[in-house]
């Protein structure tokens, strides 16, 4: 199955056209498309003031323009899973967000959609995150960020999964409904993947039994970032957690590192993020699995790391 047929399976389920689950072959497609990159790059980028340093990484990626053009339909998929203060560093910085909305929308953007799917209590983790409030101050009908609607969960079966071959995913976060996925998720750690990056955000496109996927944590993520695919992953590194992840303790658990960490690459971008931590990415199973998986580049001494 290529690009064109997997798109039109998405939309006749949508539709209602498809009785039964879609079939998505997106394995090979995500294979050749590994295949036919070139070399993986990340950008590393410090500063203190947040909308500038999300101006800097776009602009050492390309600039917004080479992922949002005018018209598009963006989801901008941050950390917004906790209950938890921004100070915490259990969710994604407000500020980033934000930065990351308005860049958007001045590229032309028909909408820019934030969303997830909180562990806690959504509205208050959702209020507690800032993410909201930050969203709304920008003042611009086509940013939202809103709750998601448990009635758009779609099954997905997914052909050449190694552990996991069906599961529900939010219809807004597929590529039928959304031109340009931006996950945005924050560094820190977690008591049973080990670090929770830009692979594990995804799970809060997830519908159904997510915790699930914890029983086989590694392949398992690999599996369901066959679907889900962003067009950039800017990693959330301004405060990291240190320990008792993913939601965290005190603030003696948060390290100030005032970074972020960007790349096309959802694999090479983890890769790198790991060293922030101290570890190797061959310490985090996802990504492994991802990379086993042709998703990506593990291997830093075959990315190009771009620093400033």
Same mark, same amino acid.
């Given at each position: 199955?290529?690009?064109?047929?997997?798109?039109?399976?998405?939309?006749? +389920?949508?539709? $209602?056209?498809?009785?039964?689950?879609?079939?998505?072959?997106?394995?090979?497609?995500?294979?050749?498309?590994?295949?036919?990159? &070139?070399?993986?790059?990340?950008?590393? !980028?410090?500063?203190?003031?947040?909308?500038?340093?999300?101006?800097?990484?776009?602009?050492?990626?390309? $600039?917004?323009?080479?992922?949002?053009?005018?018209?598009?339909?963006?989801?901008?998929?941050?950390?917004? =899973? +906790?209950?938890?203060?921004?100070?915490?560093?259990?969710?994604?910085?407000?500020?980033?967000?934000?930065?990351?909305?308005?860049?958007?929308?001045?590229? $032309?953007?028909?909408?820019? +959609?934030?969303?997830?799917?909180?562990?806690?209590?959504?509205?208050?983790?959702?209020?507690?995150?800032?993410?909201?409030?930050?969203?709304?101050?920008?003042?611009?009908?086509?940013?939202?960020?809103?709750?998601?609607?448990?009635?758009?969960?779609?099954?997905?079966?997914?052909?050449?999964? &190694?552990?996991?071959?069906?599961?529900?995913?939010?219809?807004?976060?597929?590529?039928?409904?959304?031109?340009?996925?931006?996950?945005?998720?924050?560094?820190?750690?977690?008591?049973?993947?080990?670090?929770?990056? =830009?692979?594990?955000?995804?799970?809060?496109?997830?519908?159904?039994?997510?915790?699930?996927?914890?029983?086989?944590? #590694?392949?398992?993520?690999?599996?369901?970032?066959?679907?889900?695919?962003? &067009?950039?992953?800017?990693?959330?590194?301004?405060?990291?957690?240190?320990?008792?992840?993913?939601? =965290?303790?005190?603030?003696?658990?948060? &390290?100030?590192?005032?970074?972020?960490?960007?790349?096309?690459?959802?694999?090479?971008?983890?890769?790198?993020?790991?060293?922030?931590? #101290?570890?190797?990415?061959?310490? !985090?199973?996802?990504?492994?699995?991802?990379?086993?998986? $042709?998703?990506?580049?593990?291997?830093?001494?075959?990315?190009?790391?771009?620093?400033?």
């Amino acid at each position: 199955m290529d690009r064109r047929e997997f798109l039109e399976r998405v939309a006749a +389920w949508s539709t $209602g056209v498809c009785l039964a689950t879609p079939i998505f072959r997106v394995r090979d497609i995500v294979a050749a498309e590994a295949n036919a990159r &070139k070399r993986s790059v990340v950008s590393v !980028v410090r500063g203190k003031d947040y909308a500038a340093l999300v101006d800097r990484t776009l602009k050492s990626l390309g $600039g917004i323009k080479k992922f949002v053009q005018e018209g598009m339909r963006v989801v901008v998929k941050p950390n917004i =899973g +906790w209950d938890r203060p921004p100070e915490q560093a259990a969710n994604t910085n407000a500020m980033v967000v934000e930065a990351i909305v308005r860049q958007c929308l001045d590229a $032309g953007a028909k909408r820019v +959609w934030v969303f997830d799917r909180p562990c806690n209590d959504p509205r208050r983790s959702y209020a507690r995150s800032g993410i909201p409030a930050a969203v709304a101050s920008i003042g611009d009908v086509r940013a939202q960020c809103f709750q998601l609607n448990p009635k758009r969960y779609v099954p997905v079966r997914i052909d050449g999964g &190694k552990s996991i071959q069906q599961f529900e995913f939010y219809r807004d976060a597929l590529e039928t409904e959304c031109d340009c996925y931006i996950n945005v998720p924050v560094a820190k750690h977690h008591a049973l993947a080990r670090l929770t990056l =830009g692979l594990k955000n995804t799970m809060g496109v997830l519908g159904g039994r997510r915790g699930e996927l914890h029983k086989d944590i #590694g392949p398992r993520l690999a599996d369901v970032n066959l679907v889900i695919r962003p &067009k950039l992953t800017i990693i959330d590194a301004t405060r990291i957690l240190l320990r008792n992840g993913p939601g =965290g303790q005190s603030l003696d658990d948060v &390290k100030v590192l005032d970074t972020l960490v960007a790349s096309t690459d959802p694999v090479a971008v983890d890769a790198y993020a790991t060293t922030l931590f #101290g570890l190797k990415p061959e310490d !985090v199973r996802s990504t492994v699995a991802a990379h086993q998986l $042709g998703l990506g580049e593990m291997d830093l001494s075959r990315v190009k790391i771009l620093e400033t």
